[in-house]
């Protein structure tokens, strides 16, 4: 079956333009969560959604990240004004069930480079 | 002091050899633990998962996880070319609502 995909795969914005970066979870996976990864780094959480309901938005980095998931499926990440130290590679996952024995599948990734 | 700490390596094992992983976390609560390998400009992918302490074993792959010591490893025998990769460790808490909580990766080469 298809996998968890994103897009765009690579964007390049100047500072303090807007972007938009979608998912599409694997069909009927209950659970999505978004991540941020540097270059060299490991990812690091920025907010998970549990069907349409956003649980925790504990990791975004600043009030211009936003996500919705407004009917339980696709997914979006909003970056406002973007700066540099927003370039990176950002991952959604989603996982059949919540629970924290779940395997979360990850889609390709976003390349973000802010210009 | 990070939440998963992971050595980043590189780590170089000769082809055939056992490749040894090693990943400590801070978090007393941290119930599920899980190796991702990632190869260059791709995305994560589940090697193994452990949550309970003692060895696991799928294939040419171990893992190891002893919570009292706070530590789990991956070992990887028979080591092959296409194993080389970067190798994430990953906890999720109790308390972490089923986030990931990822170390830096530790890269690893295995040579021919």
């Known amino acids: 079956g298809a996998g968890v995909s994103q897009s765009p795969r690579y964007k390049v914005a100047k500072r303090g333009q807007d972007v938009a970066l979608r998912c599409d979870p694997i069909?009927?996976?209950?659970?999505l969560f978004w991540y941020q990864q540097a270059l060299g780094q490991g990812p690091e959480f920025l907010t998970y959604?549990?069907?349409?309901?956003?649980?925790?938005k504990s990791g975004l980095p600043s009030d211009r990240f936003f996500a919705e998931r407004p009917e339980g499926s696709v997914s979006t990440l909003k970056i406002q004004r973007t700066q540099q130290e927003d370039s990176a590679v950002y991952l959604c996952a989603s996982s059949p069930r919540s629970g924290w024995k779940e395997t979360q599948y990850f889609g390709p990734g976003t390349r973000l480079l802010v210009l | 002091q990070k939440e998963v700490e992971q050595n980043s390596g590189p780590l170089s094992v000769p082809e055939g050899a056992i490749a040894s992983l090693n990943c400590t976390y801070s978090?007393?609560?941290?119930?599920?633990f899980f190796w991702y390998r990632q190869y260059s400009g791709k995305s994560p992918e589940l090697i193994m998962s452990?949550?309970?302490?003692g060895d696991k074993e799928d294939g040419r792959f171990t893992a190891q996880l002893n919570k009292a010591s706070q530590y789990v490893s991956l070992l990887i025998r028979d080591s092959q070319p296409s194993d080389s990769a970067t190798y994430l460790c990953?906890?999720?808490?109790?308390?972490?609502?089923?986030?990931?909580?990822f170390g830096q990766g530790t890269r690893l080469t295995i040579n021919p």
């Open positions: 990953a906890v999720i808490s109790l308390q972490g609502a089923q986030k990931l909580v």
């Open positions: 452990i949550y309970s302490n």
């Open positions: 069909s009927g996976h209950v659970s």
């Open positions: 959604f549990q069907n349409e309901a956003q649980l925790d």
């Open positions: 978090d007393r609560g941290s119930q599920s």
